[in-house]
């Protein structure tokens, strides 16, 4: 048992890491892998991968890639448990517990599945469940083991996912009524001031607008999609809005406030896009380059990969395993002829 303050999110494991998914996720959770006030749970959640996703090659890739890019980046393994979902069987049983005391009422109103619905709809299908999986209808339960499996008080996540950590509320307390004290009651932790960044088109860089650029991509590829970025058609020697402008975003994302307000100077100053581009992938390359050449070193050696999930699983599972032990005993599977209780 720890009494530090445990602090757990999970990745799920369907795409390659981007410079998106680096500044509002992978980067605060590396600064705080170093906190030894905290106690950091990080996980490849790679069960929740399957609920959208039926590709295995691509499962265990993105497993990998995104393993391997925050190990490069500096994930403090001594301090964080690092680990793989699948790798904790406790938290697949807990799950099943934890769907035996949930309402199917609530799952009814998660965003996910409420959106599935919507979607059928909108096509004007006579199903409205069309294509709609046990797995994307339970998500948020799965989600919810997760979270509690691990006692974790703060969970850092993406405005998207907090509906979630409110069901996982509901169902820790459920589950205490009903059972006993067990869980500790987790508070989603959504970070305000992480940027976020634009993609190739302009909007939101996310993977389902497919307009992302990746974090670890070799130099001249890199170049080449930093080219790519849509601006708008104004001239060089136009005084530039550096509001809306992805060049601008993706710079200041990285750059220290000093040197976003040099580039916002050399906005109103009118500096060319095709200038502007050179001077972004300069900046980017610059500050990727040690963490790419520690990644291509990671993507070459996936056994060595493998042996520090493992390790990860095993400090996990010193939490999971007497949880579960309890959690067993207090819904009534026990050992026959034991003590009673
Ligand atoms: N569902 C989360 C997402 O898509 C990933 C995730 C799975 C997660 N389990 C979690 C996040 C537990 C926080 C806690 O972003």
Not at 226 to 249: M, V
């Given at each position: 048992m720890s009494n530090k303050l445990h602090v757990l999110t999970g990745i799920t494991t369907t795409g390659t890491p981007h410079l998106?998914?680096?500044?509002?996720?992978?980067?605060?959770?590396?600064?705080?892998s170093k906190r030894h006030d905290v106690l950091p749970f990080f996980f490849l959640a790679d069960y929740h991968a399957l609920i959208k996703c039926h590709d295995p090659q691509r499962v265990q890739q993105s497993t990998l890639e995104i393993a391997a890019s925050w190990l490069a980046l500096g994930l403090d393994t001594g301090n964080a448990i690092f680990y793989r979902q699948s790798d904790v069987p406790e938290i697949a049983e807990l799950a099943w517990m934890l769907n035996c005391v949930?309402?199917?009422?609530?799952?009814?109103?998660a965003h996910a599945y409420k959106a599935a619905v919507q979607a059928n709809q909108d096509a004007g299908d006579p199903d409205p469940d069309k294509g709609v999986t046990m797995g994307l209808y339970n998500y948020p339960v799965l989600m919810a083991a997760d979270i509690l499996m691990f006692r974790a008080h703060k969970v850092p996540v993406g405005r998207d996912q907090v509906q979630h950590i409110e069901m996982a509320r509901d169902i820790a307390g459920r589950f205490n009524h009903l059972f006993g004290e067990h869980f500790v009651i987790p508070e989603a932790v959504i970070s305000e001031d992480t940027a976020t960044l634009l993609g190739l088109d302009g909007r939101k860089m996310s993977k389902s607008?497919?307009?992302?650029i990746p974090l670890f991509m070799a130099e001249k590829p890199f170049r080449k999609?930093?080219?790519?970025?849509?601006?708008n058609s104004q001239e060089p020697g136009e005084p530039k809005d550096p509001e809306g402008c992805t060049l601008f975003s993706l710079f200041k994302?990285?750059?220290t406030p000093e040197e976003t307000a040099a580039i916002r100077i050399r906005y109103q100053e009118g500096i060319g896009w095709g200038e502007m581009k050179g001077v972004l992938f300069e900046y980017l390359n610059d500050h990727l380059k040690d963490a790419r050449e520690r990644y291509d070193a990671l993507m070459e050696?996936?056994?060595?990969?493998?042996?520090i999930l493992l390790t990860g699983a095993e400090k996990a599972r010193a939490f999971s395993a007497p949880l579960m032990k309890e959690v067993r005993h207090s819904i009534g599977i026990r050992p026959l002829g034991g003590q009673p209780q």
């Amino acid at each position: 048992m720890s009494n530090k303050l445990h602090v757990l999110t999970g990745i799920t494991t369907t795409g390659t890491p981007h410079l998106g998914n680096y500044v509002g996720a992978i980067r605060p959770a590396i600064e705080a892998s170093k906190r030894h006030d905290v106690l950091p749970f990080f996980f490849l959640a790679d069960y929740h991968a399957l609920i959208k996703c039926h590709d295995p090659q691509r499962v265990q890739q993105s497993t990998l890639e995104i393993a391997a890019s925050w190990l490069a980046l500096g994930l403090d393994t001594g301090n964080a448990i690092f680990y793989r979902q699948s790798d904790v069987p406790e938290i697949a049983e807990l799950a099943w517990m934890l769907n035996c005391v949930t309402a199917k009422g609530l799952m009814n109103r998660a965003h996910a599945y409420k959106a599935a619905v919507q979607a059928n709809q909108d096509a004007g299908d006579p199903d409205p469940d069309k294509g709609v999986t046990m797995g994307l209808y339970n998500y948020p339960v799965l989600m919810a083991a997760d979270i509690l499996m691990f006692r974790a008080h703060k969970v850092p996540v993406g405005r998207d996912q907090v509906q979630h950590i409110e069901m996982a509320r509901d169902i820790a307390g459920r589950f205490n009524h009903l059972f006993g004290e067990h869980f500790v009651i987790p508070e989603a932790v959504i970070s305000e001031d992480t940027a976020t960044l634009l993609g190739l088109d302009g909007r939101k860089m996310s993977k389902s607008y497919d307009n992302t650029i990746p974090l670890f991509m070799a130099e001249k590829p890199f170049r080449k999609i930093i080219n790519k970025i849509k601006t708008n058609s104004q001239e060089p020697g136009e005084p530039k809005d550096p509001e809306g402008c992805t060049l601008f975003s993706l710079f200041k994302a990285f750059a220290t406030p000093e040197e976003t307000a040099a580039i916002r100077i050399r906005y109103q100053e009118g500096i060319g896009w095709g200038e502007m581009k050179g001077v972004l992938f300069e900046y980017l390359n610059d500050h990727l380059k040690d963490a790419r050449e520690r990644y291509d070193a990671l993507m070459e050696a996936p056994k060595a990969i493998e042996e520090i999930l493992l390790t990860g699983a095993e400090k996990a599972r010193a939490f999971s395993a007497p949880l579960m032990k309890e959690v067993r005993h207090s819904i009534g599977i026990r050992p026959l002829g034991g003590q009673p209780q």
